[in-house]
């Protein structure tokens, strides 16, 4: 049991593959999972449907027709690509995800489940990171938007004084 276990963990970079923005949500597909817990998306669907009370709006989403046609051609599936995508798939977030593990009970499913939330562990962790960068170098531009403002009045001041003035000057001293 233990070989078919380590012959299934999939690669970091796999899973990261994997994950989609559908909804302004990072999700997985039904038929990615399916393959990643080594059952037919059949299967797998079959499972989640006889358990659909644990899985609610924000663990887990059909996909639209509509979003099913942009998706295909956001990521330009072919014909041979479509197993599976015949109907709208089903996408998990990550706390759909986790809720697999409770629906699929194999070893499998339970070692894949727990890469895969450490996949999304560590992109949450690193989008935190991007944010704080991002907030970091906000601040700097706003310096420096300042700093040119500032360097601007200084050099019309200095055009001003280099330029001699346009209307004549009356003469300073004794007569």
């Known amino acids: 049991m233990e070989k078919s276990v380590k012959a299934l963990i999939v690669h970091d970079e796999f899973v990261l593959q994997k994950i989609y923005r559908?909804?302004?949500?990072?999700?997985?597909?039904?038929?990615?999972?399916a393959a990643m817990y080594g059952v037919?998306?059949?299967?797998?669907?079959?499972?989640?449907?006889r358990h659909i009370d644990r899985f609610p709006?924000?663990?887990?989403?059909?996909?639209?027709?509509?979003?099913?046609?942009?998706?295909?051609?956001?990521n330009v599936t072919s014909k041979s690509d479509?197993?599976?995508?015949?109907?709208?798939?089903?996408?998990?977030?990550e706390?759909?995800?986790?809720?697999l593990s409770s629906v699929l009970e194999s070893q499998i499913a339970i070692q894949v489940n727990i890469q895969v939330i450490?996949?999304?562990?560590?992109?949450?962790?690193?989008?935190?990171t991007?944010?704080?960068?991002?907030?970091q170098l906000e601040k700097i531009?706003?310096?420096?938007a300042e700093h040119d403002n500032d360097i601007a009045q200084i050099f019309n001041c200095l055009k001003q004084l280099l330029t001699p003035p346009t209307t004549p000057r009356n003469p300073i001293g004794f007569k």
């Open 130 to 135: 991007h944010k704080e960068i991002l907030e």
């Open 141 to 144: 531009e706003s310096r420096i």
């Open 40 to 49: 037919p998306t059949k299967v797998f669907k079959q499972a989640v449907r």
């Open 22 to 33: 559908i909804r302004k949500q990072n999700v997985m597909l039904d038929r990615d999972l």
């Open 82 to 93: 479509r197993k599976g995508l015949r109907h709208p798939p089903f996408c998990f977030t």
């Open 57 to 74: 709006d924000d663990f887990m989403f059909e996909m639209t027709i509509e979003e099913l046609a942009e998706w295909r051609s956001q």
């Open 95 to 99: 706390q759909g995800v986790a809720m």
């Open 118 to 128: 450490r996949v999304f562990t560590r992109m949450r962790q690193l989008s935190l």
